[in-house]
């Protein structure tokens, strides 16, 4: 037909009808496949940098695979050492942690869960090469594990990795898994061998478990008279009793109704169920005068609550008296924090509001040393001397902190070891935490205080509030040279703002506390 339109054009006399130009169908991009380096990060280890490529989760049956690459940074010196890479494990109390790349964890922050290595029986991570923290030669090492699968409509994950910043997104995917071998270093081999089998890869058959968890927020408000710990499924906001009553009182003081708001305004936040309010006291006194006292307080807590969340939300009162304080009786700080009230509703969140981020900075101790950020802030004496500067972030609506440690030039091989934390800041004296974690440093807006992330790992004999892991790096204790930066990440509650505080300790205890201000949230990162 084209053919005879283009003779009659020819024969009226008339001009040929230009052909029609063709347009290249659009390509779709097939986004990342298996073998993209898809992140890539530098970290200290062993007196070397060692660069680091990570690869897509791929899924795999019920697991996703991760799969990273080490290589030691040139000059790296390997004819003269292997470079060891430090960091990975941890010091908990728990068997899992002995060994292995249990610091190397996956985060939904969507939906607010943790994912653990996968493990066999004896608890020992499942790797595909058990010399993988080890590297001999220019062509590094290859890290392959598994971890639980996400549900299927989780595109990605975040990836905190031991001395780098938090990967906000790693893509997770359909397709093959990469070698579990380098693929130059099986080139290579099979370039002069006929003989080189293919590579073992995961045992699947060892694997027995890949834990995750559910992620816990905590957040203290109204210059400490209201402390909330949340995660998806519960939410318990802790009220000081010395802001609620006077001494011996059980009627709620002026300053009180602001806290009762707050309360009722973190149980509209869930969907309705019953509230269970508890009072407590410390240790002086009669016990069954506590015991009373506790009751009529959690009573009042309970009355004034009553008509601010409506019949939906049914109370339910009881008094504990001293008999669980929260920490030791052994001094009157520690008595304050047992004389409280407890507001606990077990429901899912339906909706979210604000952090109440008012008031002033509490007081900074003259021990600790304090600075902005941006400006340089160092720690320590002359013979190990640490510089400090941080940057912070949003990742699906919760703040992210990346502290920058870095060495001076100048400086041989020092421990840093400011923000190890080996007693739970806020989950009271009954737990048990890793011992080397960096999970000291909290966030301050205004009176506004946050502690990062963290979740039950385990129950323990010793401990019946459990051992919490933070959402930090578990190597709060780190050894470096010269020359050496290392990046703590710090996931923390969600809380909207363009500029926080961050501190460690409260500038009481010595040089290692430290509080840096004017840290600014940069533009969001994955929401």
């Known amino acids: 037909m084209a053919a005879a339109l283009t003779v009659l054009a020819a024969c009226t006399g008339g001009t040929p009808s230009p052909?029609?130009?063709?347009?290249?169908?659009?390509?779709?991009?097939?986004?990342?496949?298996?073998?993209?380096?898809?992140?890539?990060?530098?970290?200290?280890?062993?007196?070397?940098?060692?660069?680091?490529?990570?690869?897509?989760?791929?899924?795999?049956?019920?697991?996703?695979?991760?799969?990273?690459?080490?290589?030691?940074?040139?000059?790296?010196?390997?004819?003269?050492?292997?470079?060891?890479?430090?960091?990975?494990?941890?010091?908990?109390?728990t068997a899992e942690i002995m060994s292995g790349p249990v610091?190397?964890?996956?985060?939904?922050?969507?939906?607010?869960?943790?994912?653990?290595?996968?493990?066999?029986?004896?608890?020992?991570?499942?790797?595909?090469?058990?010399?993988?923290d080890v590297i001999r030669t220019s062509d590094g090492t290859r890290l392959q594990t598994a971890y639980?699968?996400?549900?299927?409509?989780?595109?990605?994950?975040?990836?905190?990795l031991p001395g780098a910043p938090l990967l906000a997104e790693v893509p997770v995917i359909e397709g093959d898994l990469p070698s579990p071998v380098r693929p130059e270093v099986l080139e290579r081999e099979r370039a002069t061998s006929t003989a080189v089998p293919e590579p073992d890869g995961l045992e699947w058959a060892t694997i027995v478990g890949a834990p995750t968890f559910p992620l816990e927020?905590?957040?203290?408000?109204?210059?400490?008279?209201?402390?909330?710990?949340?995660?998806?499924?519960?939410?318990?906001?802790?009220l000081g009793s010395d802001v609620l009553?006077?001494?011996?009182?059980?009627?709620?003081?002026?300053?009180?109704?602001?806290?009762?708001?707050?309360?009722?305004?973190?149980?509209?936040?869930?969907?309705?169920?019953?509230?269970?309010?508890?009072?407590?006291?410390?240790?002086?006194?009669?016990?069954?005068?506590?015991?009373?006292l506790s009751l009529r307080r959690a009573q009042t807590v309970a009355d004034a609550?009553?008509?601010s969340i409506g019949t939906s939300y049914p109370l339910q009162v009881e008094g504990r008296g001293e008999a669980e304080p929260f920490v030791a009786n052994d001094a009157e700080e520690n008595r304050a924090r047992n004389r409280r009230v407890t507001v606990t509703l077990a429901s899912t969140v339906?909706?979210?509001?604000?952090?109440?981020?008012?008031?002033?900075?509490?007081?900074?101790?003259?021990?600790?040393?304090?600075?902005?950020?941006?400006?340089?802030?160092?720690?320590?004496?002359?013979?190990?001397?640490?510089?400090?500067?941080?940057?912070?972030?949003?990742?699906?609506?919760?703040?992210?902190?990346?502290?920058?440690?870095?060495?001076?030039?100048?400086?041989?091989?020092?421990?840093?070891?400011?923000?190890s934390n080996v007693l739970s800041s806020h989950r009271g004296d009954d737990t048990v935490v890793p011992m080397q974690n960096s999970g000291r440093v909290t966030v301050l807006d205004g009176a506004l205080r946050l502690y990062p992330l963290d979740y039950r790992t385990a129950d323990r004999e010793n401990f019946p509030g459990g051992e919490w892991w933070t959402v930090a790096d578990l190597e709060g204790t780190f050894t470096m040279v010269g020359g050496q930066r290392r990046t703590y990440s710090f996931v923390y509650p969600r809380l909207e703002t363009t500029e926080v505080t961050i501190q460690a300790g409260t500038g009481t205890f010595g040089s290692e506390d430290f509080r840096m201000t004017g840290v600014p949230v940069l533009t969001d990162d994955a929401d």
């Open 19 to 93: 052909a029609p130009e063709v347009t290249a169908a659009p390509t779709l991009d097939p986004g990342p496949q298996p073998d993209d380096v898809v992140a890539t990060a530098v970290i200290p280890s062993n007196g070397f940098d060692v660069d680091v490529d990570v690869y897509p989760l791929v899924r795999h049956e019920e697991h996703v695979v991760l799969t990273v690459d080490f290589t030691a940074a040139a000059p790296a010196g390997l004819e003269d050492d292997a470079v060891n890479l430090f960091g990975f494990g941890g010091a908990a109390f």
């Open 103 to 132: 610091n190397l964890r996956l985060l939904d922050l969507e939906s607010d869960v943790v994912h653990h290595v996968a493990r066999d029986d004896s608890g020992r991570p499942v790797v595909s090469d058990d010399e993988w």
């Open 148 to 160: 639980a699968a996400p549900p299927s409509d989780v595109t990605s994950l975040s990836v905190l």
């Open 217 to 238: 927020s905590a957040s203290v408000e109204l210059d400490g008279a209201v402390q909330t710990v949340e995660s998806v499924e519960k939410v318990e906001v802790t």
């Open 245 to 292: 009553f006077e001494f011996d009182q059980a009627t709620l003081t002026p300053a009180a109704s602001e806290a009762i708001a707050l309360v009722a305004q973190r149980l509209a936040e869930r969907a309705p169920g019953t509230v269970t309010v508890v009072g407590h006291t410390d240790d002086q006194g009669d016990d069954a005068y506590n015991q009373d």
């Open 305 to 307: 609550l009553a008509g």
């Open 350 to 419: 339906v909706t979210r509001t604000d952090l109440t981020a008012t008031g002033e900075l509490p007081p900074f101790g003259e021990e600790g040393v304090a600075g902005a950020a941006g400006a340089g802030l160092r720690l320590g004496p002359d013979r190990s001397r640490w510089d400090l500067d941080a940057t912070a972030r949003h990742v699906h609506g919760h703040l992210v902190v990346d502290l920058e440690v870095a060495a001076p030039d100048d400086q041989g091989e020092s421990v840093f070891g400011a923000l």
